[in-house]
């Protein structure tokens, strides 16, 4: 059964710090794997999509990592800003659903 | 382009009710999924809908089911509606079931009392 794990749970930074947001998953079989941004009480916004044959994707400050072999992926966020903050969603694609992990709470105070 | 659009955005109803909750796809889009978030976890899969068919069920009980229509916006309905049932539902849509970006709605806010 496929479980997905993202450390830490909660995150606070002062504005303009280098983020790492870490998403674990525990089965490698996986199509991709999606991150998203949550705001409360909000849907959820797709921020990167990664295929399960590619290593890294890139979006403005954003980039992510897959390591599939070794069940990974890591959220990069430089120069973090105050509108940042919300909650981080990472989830992999697995036949015919995605599995989300609990989430990373940021918050970057200025 | 308009996104993936949900009604109602927020609904109150009275244990043992029944509820019907809407979604519309991005134009283009054929998969339909619905899911359940409650306060503080990550969403939990209900239902998958491409070209009309279920393609995929998650671990929710007979009172949950779903429907897709020819121009594939979907209903989720739930009966005999429990305390536990209250939830943030949100629906996604993606051009196919499996391999690409899923989009997805503001969500419907449910209470039951």
């Known amino acids: 059964k496929q479980e997905v794990t993202q450390i830490p749970a909660a995150l606070s930074v002062p504005e303009g710090e280098n983020l790492v947001l870490n998403c674990s998953f525990t089965?490698?079989?996986?199509?991709?794997l999606q991150w998203f941004r949550q705001d409360p009480g909000k849907g959820l916004t797709s921020l990167l999509l990664?295929?399960?044959?590619?290593r890294e994707q890139t979006s403005g400050r954003l980039n992510a990592s897959l390591d599939k072999s070794s069940g990974r992926s890591t959220l990069y966020i430089a120069a973090s800003q105050p509108g940042d903050s919300a909650t981080y969603l990472c989830?992999?694609?697995?036949?015919?659903?995605?599995?989300f992990g609990t989430g990373t709470r940021l918050q970057v105070f200025p | 382009d308009a996104g993936v659009t949900q009604s109602p955005t927020h609904l109150i109803k009275t244990r043992g009710q029944h509820v019907t909750l809407r979604c519309s796809p991005i134009?283009?889009?054929?998969?339909v999924s619905w899911y359940q978030q409650v306060l503080g976890q990550g969403p939990q899969f209900i239902f998958q809908?491409?070209?009309?068919?279920?393609?995929g069920r998650g671990n929710f009980p007979d009172r949950f089911s779903a429907r897709q229509f020819p121009n594939y916006s979907s209903e989720l309905n739930v009966n005999a509606l429990l305390l536990g049932d209250s939830a943030l539902y949100l629906c996604?849509?993606?051009?196919?079931?499996?391999?690409?970006?899923?989009?997805f709605g503001q969500g419907t806010r449910l209470t039951v009392v």
């Open positions: 809908y491409y070209e009309k068919e279920e393609r």
């Open positions: 134009s283009g889009h054929k998969s």
């Open positions: 089965d490698s079989a996986i199509y991709n």
């Open positions: 996604a849509s993606s051009f196919d079931p499996l391999n690409t970006e899923a989009f």
């Open positions: 989830a992999v694609s697995n036949t015919d659903k995605l599995i």
């Open positions: 990664i295929q399960s044959s590619q």
